[in-house]
T-cell receptor
Framework: DGGITQSPKYLFRKEGQNVTLSCEQN?????MYWYRQDPGQGLRLIYY???????QKGDIAEGYSVSREKKESFPLTVTSAQKNPTAFYLC??????????????FGPGTRLTVL | KQEVTQIPAALSVPEGENLVLNCSFT??????LQWFRQDPGKGLTSLLL?????REQTSGRLNASLDKSSGRSTLYIAASQPGDSATYLC????????????FGKGTLLTVNP
């Protein structure tokens, strides 16, 4: 099956801890994205990567970090500097524009709760 | 800065009714527009994508239209079913350097049997 997987489904973090959310895709997509979803708000872009070993900050990157060492993987680290990390985190991937229509496909999400 | 608004925020209809969900955006210079469905606690499922050069797209009982000049898109659902109950999200891709999606807050649809 082709698709995007995210793990874990639920994650609990204590104050001051860094945690890493996993995102893997087997769609052979070059571009990958991380979004955050809060109740009553639209999804907001945290980081994106158009190609391996390259990534760019989105609208709300403070307190987050990413890496893109492999085409299939785009892990997100929520650091202790993120003041309000409790949210639903969604990973997406797409064929970059110019190679296709840039339709974005989403994973099942990780719900992060700070204790 | 692109802003996306969805009206209504919530909609409750009886089964079998045809319905329209609305999405408006402030900057008409878009690359494409996507409609998604989200079930509670789940990820997003892509329903339809309309390129900026297109006027509409259809998939089964769903039809999405795009009017760039007026900054509007509609999602038409024919013969609604209880299984259509979900939150529907509109997202605009403005192109540029990152091709990010700007999302509306969604319309929560309930179809009553």
């Amino acid at each position: 099956d082709g698709g995007i997987t995210q793990s874990p489904k639920y994650l609990f973090r204590k104050e001051g801890q860094n945690v890493t959310l996993s995102c893997e895709q087997n769609l052979n997509h070059d571009a990958m994205y991380w979004y955050r979803q809060d109740p009553g708000q639209g999804l907001r872009l945290i980081y994106y990567s158009q190609i391996v070993n390259d990534f760019q900050k989105g609208d709300i990157a403070e307190g987050y970090s990413v890496s893109r060492e492999k085409k299939e993987s785009f892990p997100l680290t929520v650091t202790s500097a993120q003041k309000n990390p409790t949210a639903f985190y969604l990973c997406a991937s797409s064929i970059p524009p110019g190679q296709g229509n840039n339709e974005q496909f989403f994973g099942p999400g990780t719900r992060l709760t700070v204790l | 800065k692109q802003e996306v608004t969805q009206i209504p925020a919530a909609l409750s209809v009886p089964e079998g009714e045809n319905l329209v969900l609305n999405c408006s955006f402030t900057d008409s210079a878009i690359y494409n527009l996507q409609w998604f469905r989200q079930d509670p606690g789940k990820g997003l499922t892509s329903l339809l994508l309309i390129q900026s050069s297109q006027r509409e797209q259809t998939s089964g009982r769903l039809n999405a239209s795009l009017d760039k000049s007026s900054g509007r898109s509609t999602l038409y659902i024919a013969a609604s079913q209880p299984g259509d109950s979900a939150t529907y999200l509109c997202a605009v891709n403005s192109g540029g350097s990152n091709y990010k999606l700007t999302f509306g807050k969604g319309t929560l649809l309930t179809v009553n049997p």
